[in-house]
T-cell receptor
Framework: AQSVTQLDSHVSVSEGTPVLLRCNYS??????LFWYVQHPNKGLQLLLK??????LVKGINGFEAEFKKSETSFHLTKPSAHMSDAAEYFC??????????????FGKGTKLSVKP | DTAVSQTPKYLVTQMGNDKSIKCEQN?????MYWYKQDSKKFLKIMFS???????INETVPNRFSPKSPDKAHLNLHINSLELGDSAVYFC??????????????FGPGTRLTVT
């Protein structure tokens, strides 16, 4: 069965310092993996996705994530945090195989706080 | 040009009432979804529709029923509302691509409060 675990429920960084949001997945098949961001009282926006192409994926707003099959990880990083990055981040895995199309499995989310 | 829109944005109602939430997408996608986000921000899929056919139906109460009049719309009807139905409901859509689904685009959410 597919699952995704976000290792930190809350991460706090100072503005200008690096961001690391950790995600581990479990999947019987080659997964598709996504990171979504949700700003307060807003909908979800796709940051980036991995679909078996390049293992290092670049997304919007300077974020990137690296797919590491040996570690079953898909951690999200950004070199320098900005105040506007403060939000809830969700790591997501899809079944996306055969008849189980489109079933996104969400992690429980990591709240990123950015201090001035 | 809103890609995925939902109405209403806020819905406050009393227990026992029946309500509907509407969703429309103008992306030409062929699959639409409904998700529930609880007070702890946990998101779980409820339903999806592909070409007017239900393909995912998670273990949600049968008081919840999706209705899709066409590919661009997927409405959510809820009968006999309960306090535990209070949550934010998100609609999403995606394009069916070979080997699986494309990324999903989400609406802004509908905050349902049952009193």
């Amino acid at each position: 069965a597919q699952s995704v675990t976000q290792l930190d429920s809350h991460v706090s960084v100072s503005e200008g310092t690096p961001v690391l949001l950790r995600c581990n997945y479990s999947s019987s098949y080659s997964p598709s993996l996504f990171w979504y961001v949700q700003h307060p009282n807003k909908g979800l926006q796709l940051l980036l996705k991995y679909t078996s192409a390049a293992t290092l994926v670049k997304g919007i707003n300077g974020f990137e994530a690296e797919f590491k099959k040996s570690e079953t990880s898909f951690h999200l990083t950004k070199p320098s945090a900005h105040m506007s990055d403060a939000a809830e981040y969700f790591c997501v895995v899809t079944l996306g195989y055969g008849g189980s199309q489109g079933n996104l499995i969400f992690g429980k989310g990591t709240k990123l706080s950015v201090k001035p | 040009d809103t890609a995925v829109s939902q109405t209403p944005k806020y819905l406050v109602t009393q227990m026992g009432n029946d309500k509907s939430i509407k969703c429309e997408q103008n992306l030409g996608h062929d699959t639409m979804y409904w998700y529930k986000q609880d007070s702890k921000k946990f998101l779980k899929i409820m339903f999806s529709y592909n070409n007017k056919e239900l393909i995912i139906n998670e273990t949600v109460p049968n008081r919840f029923s999706p209705k899709s009049p066409d590919k661009a719309h997927l409405n959510l009807h809820i009968n006999s509302l309960e306090l535990g139905d209070s949550a934010v409901y998100f609609c999403a859509s995606s394009h069916n691509i070979a080997g699986g689904m494309g990324e999903q685009y989400f609406g802004p959410g509908t905050r349902l409060t049952v009193t």
